[in-house]
């Protein structure tokens, strides 16, 4: 079952990382949102350069849909700047804006002393579907991007303007990572919806996302934890159906708060 070899890198993520190269220059700070159900899964190793340029501001996005606790323990992994956000509810916008000011502290200060009130910049990375566009459009005063849950929905990068009038936020489309070696680290990333389903064997996946959620959560789900059984209590449902099903429940937090990460 763990045989399941996942690999994706379409050639738009290859010129999507090249722009982020070189949009990064013209930007105060980096937002980089992880989807909070497998952060260090997340973390591209194509980034790591970029990062060491720009004050970070890590997010740990869709909160709402991983443990308490989860912060904590990304904080063990990965030092800097951490904040954790719903950006489907309103009001979230204070939280990037307080963490950016702290984040910039001294360099804001420094501008102002010296009159100078041109707007923070900063770029919004991350994977696909982790929920970039969803941010921004909280922050967004008008002109809205475009979001929807499923990879790739922004293909180009897109400057907005935010409420806070001294923050624009550079919108960009999900980047990925030419050599998943990590198969469990895919197979995270497919779970959480940041890989197409479509370029694996989606009912091996949803096996292996049963066996890796744990036999407590689908057994409060289903009533089961055999996949033949769900399938057969789901009525006229083929297989594919039946994993579609599990990962859509999954994804959709049906199964409850989950972090695929630190376990
Ligand atoms: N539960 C939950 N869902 C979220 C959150 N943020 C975003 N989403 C959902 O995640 C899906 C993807 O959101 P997008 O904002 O389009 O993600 P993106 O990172 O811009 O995706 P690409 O443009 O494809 O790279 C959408 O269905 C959002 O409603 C969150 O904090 N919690
Ligand atoms: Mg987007």
């Not at 763990?2 to 994706?8: E, G």
């Amino acid at each position: 079952m763990d045989d399941l070899v996942i690999n994706w890198f379409p050639g738009h993520m290859k010129r999507a990382m090249d722009q982020i190269t070189e949009h990064i220059r013209l930007c105060d700070a980096i937002i980089y949102v992880l989807d909070a159900r497998a952060p260090l899964s997340c973390l591209n190793p194509g980034f790591n350069e970029l990062l060491m340029r720009k004050p970070v501001l890590f997010v740990l996005n869709k909160i709402d849909l991983a443990p308490d606790g989860t912060l904590d323990l990304f904080r063990k992994h990965q030092k800097g700047t951490v904040i954790t956000l719903n950006s489907r509810v309103s009001g979230t916008s204070k939280k990037i804006v307080s963490g950016l000011n702290k984040l910039l502290h001294e360099r804001l200060a420094a501008a102002k002393a010296k009159g100078i009130t041109r707007p923070i910049r900063a770029i919004v990375i991350g994977v696909t579907n982790s929920g970039k566009s969803t941010l921004i459009n909280n922050l967004a005063k008008k002109g809205k991007t475009k979001t929807g849950d499923r990879p790739g929905v922004t293909r180009t990068k897109q400057w907005v303007a935010t409420n806070e009038s001294l923050l624009w936020v550079l919108d960009t489309p999900g980047t990925l990572w030419p050599k998943l070696d990590n198969q469990r680290v895919a197979q995270n990333l497919c779970f959480i919806g940041s890989i197409k389903g479509d370029v694996v064997d989606i009912v091996e996946l949803a096996k292996i996302l049963m066996s890796r959620v744990g036999d407590e959560a689908i057994i409060k789900r289903f009533g089961t934890t055999c996949f033949d059984e769900i399938k057969h209590r789901r009525g006229k449902q083929d297989d594919e159906q039946t994993a579609r099903a599990i990962l859509g429940d999954f994804r959709e937090g049906r199964l409850g708060r989950i972090c695929l990460d630190f376990t």
